[in-house]
């Protein structure tokens, strides 16, 4: 901390001084102790004002109005101390002119280093800016691959399952075509059938109920081109494992937009991230549970 520029009524002989010297108002007094102490010292309206009421009080000036302005003049007894102090005033010029100028010196050294901490500073912002933006447009570009990769994946999906779909109605129409062509050929060996068992001799009696084993072949035959092939395993699988995929590229997309808006709601701090990272291993434990994967 600077020490004080004046002593003890120091700085009321040196206002009393230059009043001496010609009236003057308050601004005309900051400007004129600015000018005596060569441009180090200038004081605030708050520090003149009260010193000049307090000489007013001791009957050492005198004010007048000069329009707006306040004037202040010596008065008689003001001349007696300015010359019983002159040798004091002169010690006050010559040991506070270099008190001033240290401490101006002062002022200016930490005004200096003050402005040298701020560019720095900003300096700092400025490329901590930058680096935040850098990370926000690869987060951004990296959001983008993981849509086009999940909605890739959406397309592959649907894909599969429209050819899927294609490959079970043409199966299903294949085995249409071969129940009608395997009804057909039973209806015609049943009637040959019955045509050669019965006699000639006798054409005029009833016809007896047809066996069973007749329609036993048709009946075998329909049954077994009715049943539906057993889908490949091996590509049950494949369906199975992009299903997860896509399942898994959404929740990924899905909880980071969460976060996002979280943080920008001033919502993710230490404790959050700290339980969020605790559940998601919780929920992977589960999952492996799951799936029979234990590590």
Do not use: C, W
Not at 140 to 153: G, H, I, L, V
Not at 155 to 171: F, G, L, M, P, S
Not at 210 to 232: I, L, M, N
Request: glycine share 6%.
């Amino acid at each position: 901390m600077n020490p004080p520029v004046f002593g003890h009524g120091e700085l009321r002989l040196v206002l009393l001084t230059l009043i001496a010297r010609e009236p003057r108002h308050g601004y005309d007094l900051i400007h004129a102790l600015n000018d005596h102490f060569e441009g180090d010292y200038s004081p605030s309206a708050g520090t003149i004002y009260p010193r000049l009421a307090k000489l007013q009080e001791e009957g050492l000036v005198t004010k007048t109005q000069d329009g707006r302005k306040t004037v202040y003049s010596i008065t008689e007894a003001g001349l007696r101390e300015v010359e019983e102090r002159r040798e004091d005033f002169e010690r006050i010029t010559t040991e506070r002119t270099d008190t001033v100028r240290t401490v101006a010196q002062s002022a200016r050294a930490g005004l200096a280093q003050a402005r040298r901490g701020l560019r720095e500073e900003l300096e700092q912002i400025a490329t901590q800016a930058r680096t935040a933006a850098e990370a926000a447009l690869l987060r951004e570009r990296a959001d983008a691959e993981a849509q086009t990769a999940a909605k890739a994946a959406a397309d592959a999906e649907a894909k599969v399952a429209a050819a899927e779909q294609a490959a079970n109605e043409r199966i299903a129409q294949a085995e249409q075509r071969d129940h009608t062509r395997v009804g057909a050929t039973g209806d015609a060996a049943g009637e040959a059938h019955g045509q050669a068992s019965a006699p000639d001799s006798a054409p005029t009696a009833e016809p007896g109920p047809t066996p069973d084993t007749d329609q036993a072949p048709e009946s075998g035959q329909a049954s077994e081109s009715e049943q539906a092939p057993e889908p490949d395993p091996t590509v049950l699988r494949a369906q199975f494992v992009r299903r997860v995929d896509v399942a898994l590229q959404q929740f990924r997309m899905e909880l980071r937009q969460d976060a996002r808006e979280a943080n920008q709601l001033g919502s993710l701090d230490e404790d959050t991230v700290s339980e969020l990272e605790t559940q998601l291993r919780e929920l992977r434990r589960r999952l492996g549970s799951l799936l029979r994967v234990h590590r």
